[in-house]
């Protein structure tokens, strides 16, 4: 992404939830944001418009679903259509990240917080998408 400094908004998408988190670029710090949960496609998209006036990100990340293996199945298709769809609605650069294994680890994290199984439902994808970006800000030069 050509900025150097600004917010990041990254995305753990999920038909029924999708997580959000923010980071900031220059220092590198994100966190669970919150969890769309969304009936319909037309509702996801008000609230990702919502959060994107709220933050004004400079770019964006959408988490990508792979196998142990690093394959595509089926929801990665979804997933890369989302970041597709993301990037146009927005102008803004749109990355991709690997996302394996941030649900399991997004979960043990809330379960070690004491987090009930209930909370850790919807918390989790919120969660991975702060792992997500995560990951991704560390992969960014200084």
């Keep these: 992404m050509p900025e150097a400094e600004g917010n990041i ?19 590198k710090i994100c ?7 969304a009936v319909t496609p037309d ?8 959060l994107l006036k709220e933050w004004a990100p400079v770019g964006l990340v959408v988490g990508l679903p792979l196998d142990a293996e ?3 199945q089926k929801t990665t298709r979804r997933c890369r259509n989302f970041a597709t769809e993301l990037e146009s609605r927005t102008g803004l650069p749109t990355a991709l990240v690997d996302e394996r294994y941030t649900s399991l ?13 209930r909370q850790r439902a919807v918390a989790e994808h919120a969660e991975a998408a702060a792992l997500i970006l995560r990951s991704y800000l560390e992969s960014q030069p200084t």
């Design 9 to 27: 908004l990254a995305f753990d998408y999920g038909q029924k939830r999708t997580g959000v988190a923010i980071g900031e670029l220059s220092s």
């Design 31 to 37: 966190h669970p944001l919150t969890t769309i949960e």
């Design 43 to 50: 509702a996801r998209w008000q609230a990702v418009d919502k």
């Design 70 to 72: 690093g394959n595509e």
């Design 105 to 117: 680890e997004a979960d043990q994290s809330l379960r070690e917080l004491g987090y009930t199984h």
